[in-house]
């Protein structure tokens, strides 16, 4: 009898914890935390692409080496910020996509100064690069997209009753996301 009243306690356990959502919070937690890799993924491609674009343009414009310098240093500091996917916080991402933004405003600094050398836009190489990098940028994009929506996902589940309870037992925690630069609202002036 008392094997009885344990196993039918013990099932009552196991049950009432199965609909408490934990376990889709574990499993919409690990999608952020792959949404996350992706996003590492298509960063560190650009990272990679930037010694070629680099070695590139120096062959060919050498007078551009202020540029050049800066985004070699904007790379190496972009490349040494990391965030632990366990700790997806607003401040971490913010960090993050601060070396990040600065990353691709020395490549969009050095892309602009290329524009003095005809014979490096000619170059094949160059525009294979250039291609490359460009397609990259899209990636990120869809990346962070991504990982933004998985993340509003987990935040609601985690923040949305009864879960909310059950998630501050668990230590699940809101995610940070991704934001739009600061003056990207603004359109940017062109002249000729």
């Given amino acids: 009898m008392k094997r009885l009243v344990i196993a039918i306690v013990g099932?009552?356990?196991a049950l009432s914890f199965s609909s408490c959502g934990y376990n889709t919070m574990v499993s919409k937690d690990e999608n952020v935390k792959g949404k996350w890799a992706q996003v590492e993924n298509a960063y560190q491609r650009r990272a990679d692409l930037i010694p070629?674009?680099?070695a590139t343009v120096k062959g060919a414009a050498e007078?551009?080496?202020g540029t050049l310098t800066a985004v070699v240093e904007a790379r190496a500091k972009a490349?040494?910020?990391t965030v632990d996917p366990s700790n997806l916080s607003e401040e971490a991402i913010a960090n993050y996509q601060q070396t990040q933004d600065?990353?691709?405003q020395s490549i969009g600094r050095l892309l602009v100064s290329v524009e003095a050398y005809p014979d490096l836009k000619a170059n094949s190489n160059f525009q294979e690069l250039q291609v490359q990098?460009?397609?990259t940028e899209n990636r990120i994009s869809?990346?962070?997209r991504s990982y933004n929506e998985a993340v509003q996902d987990y935040n609601t589940t985690v923040r949305s009753f009864p879960n909310n309870i059950m998630a501050g037992i668990f230590g699940f925690k809101p995610k940070g996301t991704f934001k739009a630069a600061e003056g990207s609202d603004k359109a940017p002036t062109v002249e000729f």
Wanted: no cysteine; charged share 25%.
């Fill in 63 to 65: 007078h551009e080496e």
């Fill in 79 to 81: 490349t040494s910020v």
């Fill in 133 to 135: 990098l460009e397609g």
């Fill in 102 to 104: 600065a990353l691709s």
């Fill in 11 to 13: 099932l009552f356990t």
């Fill in 52 to 54: 070629n674009l680099v």
């Fill in 142 to 144: 869809v990346e962070r």
